[in-house]
Every structure is written in structure tokens, then in C-alpha cells.
């Protein structure tokens, strides 16, 4: 899940280290100084966001390759419009990242090229920004959230309103040629809207992106959109990891993984176990956090009730009524791999899971 978290979260600041970087640059080109500021100083801010730009990107991609949700493959992000996720739409970062790369890789091999060839290379920046632009708004989960959606249209906009004043100083141009260009600048923050209202934030568009059927069924956060809501029950197999580490007088218990079936997701348990005299451990209280594959929702809540080889626990969405969910597992924990059923709507019916009356 954090991992998740990340990958999305740096996406976006990527999105605004680039957008301010581009406006920058734009600016500076247009005659345009902050001040007193000396040049150098300018050009120091424009060289250290693009370094920043570069380690988001990483941390950017690392996450969502290390994210078990989404099947994108190392090769994907790398070489455009392979992934099975989503192909034209992460393919266009792809292709924003090889752009980026090719400016890093001229831009350290600087004093050993042409000037002019340094200059061609480093206008594919431009192309970079608008390409990684479609990627965020073609495939980001939270496009259809008013604030997401409004920062990217935002960085457009802003793009848009720089690329005005610039050719609104160009006078080595026509007049007409300026006009011409200033137009298709106040036009594209508008055609990005009507584009985005035709595509991404229509309901349906995840699956029209390219997204697995088994990501849209069973596993991926980034079905989520347009899906329907979890459903109301649902009994579903449970696979993942549980680790442990120490904690005052006791130990926390960490047990995270994929739902397989049902509604999907990934399901997060917290336990706080204390130590009893004799060295067993006796769990104080737990956490746990689902998030279906289907739906928007994420549902938390408390642990009611714990016997061997089961959790009984309340789940509630944001603002919504909880519901009695179980998870079993079978095996020991911690291990690296651990394996049982969730019971969403309901607990089992079985000895470890059948006494439901604990869960209110
Ligand atoms: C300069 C290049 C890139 C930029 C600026 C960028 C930016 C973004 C942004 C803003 C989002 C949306 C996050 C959200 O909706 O919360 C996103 C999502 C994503 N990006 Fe990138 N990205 C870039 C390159 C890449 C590359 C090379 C990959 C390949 C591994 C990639 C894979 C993804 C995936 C899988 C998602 C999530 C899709 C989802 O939410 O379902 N991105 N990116």
C-alpha cells in the first residue's frame, strides 16, 4: 500500500518539479529575471529542479515496479508501449523518461559535443513535458479526483500562460505568426478538458486504457476507476507476507498482501502483541486497512477478536457503516509467505472463525 502511495504521490510532484522547471526555462528564454537575482543563481534553481526532476522519476518508477499491483516489467520502463498495464498510456511516460534521459546523458557529455548538438537534444524537453502530461492524465488512478484532475489541468494552463508571454516578446516573428501561436497556446488547456471529459474521466475509461482484466477483477488499486463498489460479501483467498518486529514490551506484528477473488485488493493488518511471562505473546490490539480492487473506497477499522489461525475485525469506508470481515490463515506467523480467506460481510462458520458474536 505505501508503496502504492508513493508511486502515485511522486508521479505528481514529478508532474509539478517538471511544469515549474519548463516555465522556468520558457521564461528565462523570453528575456524574463526574477529580480536581483544573478544569472547564474537563476540557472543553478533550473539545473537542481531538473536533478530533482530526475531522482522523482526514479523513485517514480522503482515504486510502481516494486508494487505487486500493477504488472509493468522493467523492460516497460524502459522501452515504450511493451507494458501489458495500460500500454499506450504508460508507454507515453516511458517515452517522456527515455526524452529526459537523452537531455541527462548529453547534458553530463556536454564539453565532449557541439554546442548546436547539445541545443537540438535539450529542446526535446519540451517534447518530454506534453508527453508526460498524456501519461499522467491518461493513466492516473486519481485523475477523476477534483483536486488531481485540477492540478494537472492547472499545469497546463500555467505552461500555456508562459508560452504567451513568450511569444508575446518575440518580435523577430510576425505579427501574424505570433497571434497564430498565442491562440493554440489559450486553446490547449481548453482542448485538455474537453479530451479529459470524452476519456479519462469517463467511467468504463480504465478498462478502455488497457488495463488487465485480472488487474480490473482481482488485484490492482488501479482498476478502481469506473469500477462498481465493493460488493456487500464476499469470501475471497487471501496471499501475502507477515512480519514482525520488536516494540516496547512487546511486538508488532505487520501481515500485508493480495486478496484474490471478491472485490480484490489488498488487505493491510497491523498487531500490537505483548509479551506474557513464559515468552508467548498475547496480541493487544490491531489495525487494518482493505482496499478493494473494485470501487474508490478504503475501508479501516479494529481488530474484535483474535484466536489461532484467526482475526475478527470491523471494516468501515470513510463515513459509511461497518461491516464484520475475518481473515483465516493457515501456517505460521511471521513467515515470508502466508497464505488463507477473507471474509468480507461476514466471519466463518468454522472453529476458528464462528464466533461471530464478537464482532460487534
Ligand atoms: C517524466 C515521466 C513521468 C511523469 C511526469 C509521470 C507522472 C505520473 C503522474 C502525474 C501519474 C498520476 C498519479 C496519480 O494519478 O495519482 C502517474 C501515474 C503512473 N505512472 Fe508515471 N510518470 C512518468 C513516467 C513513468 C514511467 C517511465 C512509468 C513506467 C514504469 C510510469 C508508470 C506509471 C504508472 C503505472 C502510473 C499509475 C497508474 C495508475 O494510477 O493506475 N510513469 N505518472
Redesign the pocket.
Known sequence: MTL?YL?????????AV?TANLVLGIAIQGGWHPGAWPRFAVQAVHRNLALL?VV??VI??VT??L?PF?P?GWW???VPFV?P??PF??G?????????AAVVVTSLLRSHLRLRWWRVVHWLTYL??P???L???G?????R?TW?FGF?VGCVGLVAATVIFRVGRADRYRAGVRVLLMVAAAATPMAVLAWSAAGPLQSGW?RRAG?PTTALASG??????GQPPAPARFTASFVGSATSSPSGQGETISISGRVQGGAGGQLMVSLVANQLPGGSLAVDRGTVTYRPATGSQIYTGAVVSVAPGSLIFRLAPRGGASEPAELTISGPVPASSVSGLLYFGSVAAGPAGGDGGQDS
Request: no cysteine; net charge negative.
Open positions: 502504492w508511486a502515485r504521490g511522486s508521479g505528481l510532484v514529478l508532474l517538471l526532476a522523482l522519476l517514480h518508477v510502481i515496479e508494487d500493477v509493468v516497460a520502463a524502459l507494458s498495464y495500460r498510456w504508460l507515453l511516460g516511458t517515452l517522456s523518461l527515455d526524452l529526459i518530454s513535458w508527453v508526460a502530461v501519461h499522467s492524465l493513466t492516473g488512478t486519481d485523475t479526483l488531481v494537472e480504465a488495463t490492482a488499486p488501479a482498476g478502481a476507476r
